[in-house]
């Protein structure tokens, strides 16, 4: 394989030395859990946190005489996932056997696809940023492959003394690993890269993305260069599990490299893990002393060949992507840039803004969103899937604003109301007797008897007429703010003549 | 009453059709016989007396209320690769010690639901690697047959010596066997029994221990070519549990044998005439020629260019294959266990102690083949050698032929502990000559009683057919048969 430097260098992204600047190189290989009720070639559940050895069949088991059966579901989620990675389809591929010997592994290889992957080249479009003028960048990271293969078991080592103890119930999990090229050049580019895989998998709903839980950790290669020179020596850092250990993994990983060259040493080619605790990369093994995994085609298993018609029937089924509907977000809605990528970061939070958008303005919309209900929930730490506020009661809430019923401060309050005790807004300011008042009358009285209360005040607006707008703030003040503030301001000014 | 184990499974069939005997006496019949004689044969390593009465009883119960399977009473053997739930399944390695599957092989599900009673489980060479049972961890099996001029005892071949031995003694009806490069064939031809080896797919794999995946095929050897008929009818089927099994309907094979062979081509391959072949074997493929000629078959000489390629190809794809399906054999889960103070040493320790000599080279062959650097020049090579080797017979069969006779085996049957065999496996391999070919590309090939050598002892032939046409070996295999008659040997045991 060639690789090709697809990148210009960019010297924000380079790293100082000692010796003069450095340009770092990153590569990714993710592992998907692919989303499926059982295993890539058992009927055995893939159900997470379930007693150990619970989710067990006899071929996971690797009992003598059985044999591994394709589940068709995954296949189908590879295909998804490849043609939302805009990828090449392959409709031919095969399974490998990768030899080891682990406890927790019991067949004594993992099922895989080596050099005939169900999906081959495909592109990822990354916006890094918002920079601090809320500015965005656009990269684009190259899909070296994505391929199909078993989850290994659970090694425990901590619950007697001299043994080990195995689960086997994520043995034969489906795993896509998917493998980016050499693209990226910072952990930020990393680590939006990831992000973007993720919300990608989700959208299609191929992997759940959570890391915490194992379903999405990534094999990191890094290595340095001189900007413009030739590719390093990479190392590889294993089964990084969270965004956050990424960017540090990349940056420790980085630095560490950068030393040992501007020392005039040189890279050895070995694999790593990355410590979180320490937040640095520790070497696991040298290139010497790699596997040999002596990979074959199953015999147990025939290639695995599909037609067109299969590819476009999952196509004509693919959800609205994230790119697709950004771009409508800013095309049709007329969102900005940096709003439309918020509400795209997550398909909850874009479903969640599309329904509140449905009938009404869509600016109003996004900010009510981003502005109040993230906020919120970033604040309490809940999910966009935990908010105690419907789309229906946000959207109750923007109504109310647009009929005039209420104003932009008395909807904050009423957001709080609707978020801490729920209920209908309509309902909530009817009750409450917060709809604002419109009745002219009622606002010429208090305008007039503040006037009349505060002759001084009246007398130097003559000099300042900025002062109105204290007039303003009395009225609002005299009707628990439910007087309408244009009403109000016009009322104002019209009596203490002050231009308006 | 005379000795019920004589019966063909047909003869039975009628005879318990017809109210004879039932299923409980000719059951009865075989557990006295093998109480009498394994101690001599070794050719039980279990036998499931109280399972097989209860079988038979159920089998008998089932007729009563006029449910007759295909094989319904019929009592059979075993091969040891065949799960058989909660009854010893352990290939005759050390290494599956005290093994007890919880499932029961697809095949052998199959004969079950047909009505066939289960008398035990068969010797075999260890993981089916062998020609000559004489790897298996229960000790040698040995051949009914013996040399008119020797009292020597003689290996039944392998690797279903068990299966082969035990149906030519009368121990069983019929037994199950594997074949992944003649261990089917080469025992039957050694104990003058009929041995089949299926089109691959045409049997499930599910449940029976892996050698060699992409040549491993299940079969049964029988007394005659109807038996055969009959057992692997029963044998076949499709199953979703393994993808590489076909969907085709399985034909009543027995209608197949009696049919005419005028107008047949049988081909002769020249290729599988071996510098230093046995005169017997050269003449007794002549004969075969001669009785085809007299049945109005055409003989047609062809060339099958990649022949004398397949043995060394095959000895590295199957242990290739080996080397990975038994990694699984590691003492973590179940089987044999050497307690150890590391995961590495207690790996080392069980499997030194759990694989036989022959089990432990051939994984070395494997992993070596499949190795960096080394892949490419064996395995990759292997594999390409095989394709060239199934285009051959893909070449003839397009150009008319409709089966291919040869010898079964380079020589009849040798002494237990044949020390020039035991110092050179490439020797022991040389059995399979004949056998792997079919093996390698895929086909079914059958192995038939074709007479005796100077010494009394058994030789076969051998027909190759198409893809799933074994019909056309019945068909075919019917006239050696006929013209060969059946050898029975004397009984000494």
């Not at chain 1, 590719?231 to 956050?244: A, H, L, P, Q, Y």
């Not at chain 2, 022959?358 to 083949?369: F, H, N």
Request: with cysteine; proline share 5%.
């Amino acid at each position: 394989m060639t690789i090709v430097d697809t990148r210009t260098p960019d010297p924000s992204d380079f790293i100082p030395g000692a010796t003069g600047d450095w340009e770092v190189i990153i590569g990714l290989e993710v592992h998907a859990q692919v989303t499926s009720k059982s295993k890539l070639f058992s009927g055995a559940s893939t159900e997470f946190g379930a007693e150990p050895n619970s989710n067990v069949a006899l071929v996971d088991a690797a009992m003598p005489g059985m044999l591994p059966v394709i589940n068709e579901e995954c296949v189908s989620q590879a295909v998804r996932t490849g043609l939302g990675l805009k990828a090449e389809i392959n409709h031919r591929s095969v399974f490998d056997r990768k030899n080891y010997f682990y406890p927790d592994l019991p067949q004594g290889y993992q099922i895989s696809q080596y050099k005939d992957p169900i999906v081959g080249e495909g592109v990822v479009s990354v916006s890094i940023g918002p920079d601090a003028k809320g500015g965005f960048r656009d990269i684009e990271v190259g899909i070296e492959r994505l391929h199909l293969e078993q989850d290994a078991g659970k090694s425990i080592h901590d619950q007697h003394p001299a043994m080990s103890f195995v689960d086997l119930n994520r043995t034969g999990v489906a795993l896509m690993e998917i493998v980016s090229k050499p693209d990226m050049r910072s952990s930020e580019e990393a680590k939006a890269y990831v992000t973007k895989l993720r919300t990608i998998l989700r959208y299609l709903g191929t992997c759940d993305g959570n890391m915490e839980q194992g379903s999405m950790r990534a094999d990191v290669n890094v290595s340095v260069r001189r900007p413009g020179e030739d590719f390093g020596t990479r190392c590889e850092i294993k089964n990084v599990n969270s965004i956050r250990f990424l960017g540090q993994a990349v940056e420790f990983e980085a630095r560490r490299q950068i030393a040992i060259l501007e020392d005039g040493g040189t890279i050895d080619q070995e694999t790593r893990l990355f410590d979180p605790v320490k937040g640095e990369t520790r070497s696991m093994r040298s290139k010497e002393d790699a596997h040999d995994y002596r990979y074959f085609p199953d015999p147990d298993l025939l290639p695995l060949e599909f037609d067109q018609a299969y590819v476009d029937a999952l196509a004509s089924d693919l959800p609205e992507l994230p790119d697709d509907k950004r771009n409508r977000f800013i095309g049709d809605i007329g969102l900005s840039a940096y709003d439309a990528s918020i509400l795209v970061s997550e398909k909850a939070i874009a479903d969640y803004f599309e329904a509140v958008a449905d009938g009404r303005d869509g600016k109003t919309a996004a900010n009510w969103i981003i502005n109040n209900l993230l906020g919120k929930l970033n604040e309490t730490g809940q999910t966009i899937e935990e908010t105690p506020i419907s789309p229906d009661q946000l959207g109750g809430v923007i109504d109310l604003i647009k009929s005039g019923d209420i104003s932009g401060s008395i909807a904050k309050e009423l957001f709080e109301i609707v978020w801490a005790e729920g209920g209908d807004p309509a309902k909530i300011v009817e009750d409450r007797g917060m709809k604002q008042v419109t009745d002219t009358g009622a606002i010429e009285a208090a305008v007039d008897a503040v006037i009349a209360a505060n002759p001084d005040k009246v007398e130097q607006v003559k000099e300042k007429p900025n002062l109105a707008g204290w007039f303003v703030g009395q009225v609002m003040k005299a009707t628990g703010g439910k007087a309408n503030p244009q009403a109000v301001n016009k009322l104002v000014r019209q009596k203490l003549e002050v231009e308006g | 009453m005379s000795d019920l184990t004589q019966f063909t499974i047909a003869e039975a069939r009628a005879k318990l059709d017809a109210g004879d005997f039932s299923s409980q006496e000719l059951t009865d019949a075989y557990l006295s016989a093998i109480r009498a004689s394994n101690e001599k044969l070794n050719t039980y390593i279990t036998v499931t007396e109280d399972k097989a009465r209860e079988m038979a009883k159920a089998s008998d119960d089932k007729r009563a209320k006029g449910e007759v399977g295909p094989l319904e009473g019929i009592p059979l053997g075993i091969k040891d690769l065949f799960a058989t739930k909660g009854v010893h399944t352990q290939a005759c390695s050390h290494i599956l010690d005290s093994f007890e599957p919880t499932y029961e092989s697809t095949v052998t599900t199959n004969l079950w639901s047909d009505g066939a009673v289960m008398l035990g489980k068969l010797n075999m060479d260890e993981f089916a690697m062998g020609s000559s049972n004489e790897t298996s961890y229960y000790g040698p099996v040995v051949n009914p047959w013996k040399s008119k001029n020797s009292n020597a005892p003689l290996v039944p071949g392998g690797s279903s010596g068990g299966s082969a031995a035990s149906v030519a003694s009368y121990l069983c009806a019929a037994a199950t066997a594997t074949d992944t490069g003649g261990s089917i064939r080469q025992p039957a031809a050694l104990t003058s029994t009929v041995g089949i080896k299926p089109t691959y797919g045409r049997c499930s794999r599910w449940g029976i221990v892996a050698f060699a995946s992409s040549l491993d095929q299940a079969g049964p050897i029988t007394r005659d070519l109807r038996d055969s008929a009959i057992m692997l009818k029963s044998m076949a089927s499709v199953d979703d549990k393994d993808t590489t099994s076909v969907d085709l309907p399985v034909p009543d094979y027995e209608s197949a044998i009696g049919k005419s062979v005028k107008g047949m081509k049988i081909g002769i391959p020249k290729e599988y005439r071996m510098d230093g072949m046995p005169d017997e074997i050269e003449d007794l493929w002549q004969k075969g020629i001669e009785w085809y000629r007299d049945a109005g078959a055409e003989i047609v000489d062809i060339s099958l260019p990649h022949t004398k390629y397949a043995l060394p190809a095959y000895y590295i794809v199957a242990p290739a294959e080996a080397s990975s399906n038994l990694a699984r054999y590691d003492g973590v889960r179940y089987g044999l266990r050497e307690q150890s103070t590391d995961i590495v040493s207690m790996y080392e320790n069980t499997r030194a102690a759990g694989f036989g000599a022959e089990v432990r080279r051939r994984v070395m062959i494997g992993t070596y083949v499949l190795s960096a650097g080394y892949y490419d020049a064996y395995y990759l090579r292997a594999q390409k050698v095989r394709t060239l080797i199934k285009r051959d017979f893909e070449t003839v069969f397009a150009e008319g032929i409709d089966a291919i006779l040869t010898p079964a085996t380079p020589s009849a049957a040798f002494e237990i502990g044949d020390q020039e065999m035991a110092n050179d496996p490439v020797k022991m391999y040389l059995n399979d000559i004949f056998t792997v070919t079919v093996n390698m590309a895929g086909l079914p090939g059958i192995s038939v009683p074709a007479g005796l050598d100077a010494n009394g002892l058994p030789l076969g032939l051998q027909l190759i057919g198409k893809p799933f046409e074994e019909e056309t070996l019945y068909q075919a295999g019917n006239i050696i048969e006929l013209a060969a008659g059946r050898y029975t040997p004397d009984k000494w045991w």
